[in-house]
């Protein structure tokens, strides 16, 4: 992939360039090529989607992000107000993309607002989504952390009886005046025995109850 690259490098194909870049993970650059060399914008958006189908939604975000710097950062100043414009449609079309906060962290301290209040509402909803789908997962934590502390309290009080059969799964021998240890799922052992009290030595069964 690398050899290929270098025979390409300095020739007319960038098109293939790109795709050779995209291969190897260096978007940006095949982003630069499609936008500066090649001059095609809807080409460049086209490889953004191509790509981001098998990114995750933070890859895809900071891919879409890529995209936007080029028109941000133009190379060329006389492409100043071609790339604004581009920059503009971009965020106002492809908002639901992007990372809300990471485009408005990195926009020029005098740009205009108002010429992305389309793109505002999307960052806006997607906030307003985020902060539910946070309460939520807080809720469900706490529910559950709930349900692990009963469960653990039910465990810990109920009274271990100790038959005259009854021997420690570890030594093989017998509870007679020794301290006992019992796992979630009734194992016993001699309190001295224990190696992990996370790991039940005889199924290999983990506990983890968060009190």
């Not at 790109?18 to 060399?37: D, F, K, V």
């Not at 809807?42 to 975000?61: G, S, V, W």
């Not at 017998?174 to 019992?182: H, I, K, P, Q, T």
């Amino acid at each position: 992939m690398h050899f290929l690259l270098d025979k390409l490098r300095g020739t007319a194909l960038h098109y293939e360039s790109a795709i050779l870049l995209g291969r190897l993970s260096r978007y940006g650059e095949a982003l630069q090529l499609l936008i500066n060399q090649l001059g095609d914008h809807d080409l460049a958006q086209t490889f953004c989607d191509d790509i981001a189908k098998t990114l995750d939604r933070k890859a895809k975000e900071e891919l879409m992000f890529q995209l936007l710097s080029i028109y941000l950062n133009p190379v060329e100043p006389s492409k100043k107000e071609e790339f604004l414009v581009k920059a503009i449609d971009l965020m106002n079309n492809r908002a639901c993309d992007m990372s809300g906060s990471q485009v408005l962290n990195n926009l020029p301290a005098n740009w205009n607002i108002a010429s992305i209040m389309p793109a505002i509402k999307v960052f806006l909803r997607q906030s307003n989504q985020e902060r539910k789908e946070t309460q939520i997962s807080k809720a469900l934590h706490k529910g559950n952390n709930f349900n692990l502390k009963s469960e653990y309290l039910a465990i810990t009080s109920e009274p271990i009886h100790i038959q005259p059969n009854h021997y420690c799964i570890h030594c093989k021998k017998g509870f007679a005046g020794s301290r006992v240890s019992r796992y979630p799922n009734g194992v016993m052992l001699h309190e001295h025995c224990v190696v992990n009290k996370k790991i039940c030595p005889l199924t290999g069964q983990i506990f983890e109850l968060s009190v």
